[in-house]
């Protein structure tokens, strides 16, 4: 069965404190890796595309990297306003379509 | 961005009643897609459509129906709402020609009770 997990479930950071967000999937044939961010009462805020193992993206304080089985998204010298849930979407598997993981809520203390 | 416009942003009804969610884009984008999201699940995808009258159910379609007259416009419907419909539903369109990533409208919360 095509699933996307996601871990952990939440994560409380001091601000500057660097850490790595999981998204480990089984995908058959995994045509792109997506991450977004959703705030509070809004909808997902699209982050990143990883299309092919090895592949890295980076946007300001996020880094986004990908394996044949999982991906990860680090964060480095995180602030407050970078306090969401991160959300993880795998496209492809027998359905076509993008399968989500249910997300890690980020919490970042100044 | 991505010109994305639900409209209600908020919804009470009762069970039993039928109930119209609408999404509009402005970039006519061909791929429009409607979500839901619960706690403890990802979102999931309900109805999805390739084109005007062209739409194809996704993996929790009981329940809804959908449908695309003009572009620009994608309607979902809840014939007899029932309070396992009380979720957060978002629509979502597919990016430019030759782009699989989706961008979604800022959410409609409905009430069931």
């Known amino acids: 069965e095509d699933q996307v997990t996601q871990s952990p479930e939440a994560l409380r950071l001091q601000e500057g404190e660097s850490s790595s967000l999981n998204c480990s999937y089984t995908?058959?044939?995994?045509?792109?890796l997506f991450w977004y961010r959703q705030d509070p009462g809004k909808g997902p805020e699209f982050l990143f595309t990883?299309?092919?193992a090895g592949e890295e993206k980076e946007k300001e304080r996020l880094k986004a990297t990908l394996t044949k089985k999982e991906s990860f998204l680090h964060i480095t010298a995180p602030k407050p306003e970078d306090s969401a849930t991160y959300l993880c979407?795998?496209?492809?598997?027998?359905?076509?379509?993008?399968?989500f993981g249910t997300g890690t809520l980020l919490a970042v203390q100044p | 961005d991505a010109g994305i416009t639900q409209s209600p942003r908020h919804k009470v009804t009762e069970t039993g009643t039928p109930v119209t969610l609408r999404c509009h884009q402005t970039e006519n984008h061909r791929y429009m897609y409607w979500y839901r999201q619960d706690p403890g699940h990802g979102l999931r995808l309900i109805h999805y459509?390739?084109?005007?009258?062209?739409?194809d159910k996704g993996e929790v379609s009981d329940g809804y129906s959908v449908s695309r007259s003009k572009t620009e416009d994608f309607l979902l419907t809840l014939e007899s709402a029932t309070s396992s419909q009380t979720s957060v539903y978002f629509c979502a369109i597919r990016g430019t020609s030759g782009s699989d990533e989706q961008f979604f409208g800022p959410g409609t919360r409905l009430t069931v009770l």
């Open positions: 459509s390739y084109g005007v009258k062209d739409t």
């Open positions: 979407a795998a496209y492809g598997g027998a359905t076509n379509k993008l399968i």
């Open positions: 990883l299309y092919s």
């Open positions: 995908v058959s044939g995994l045509r792109g």
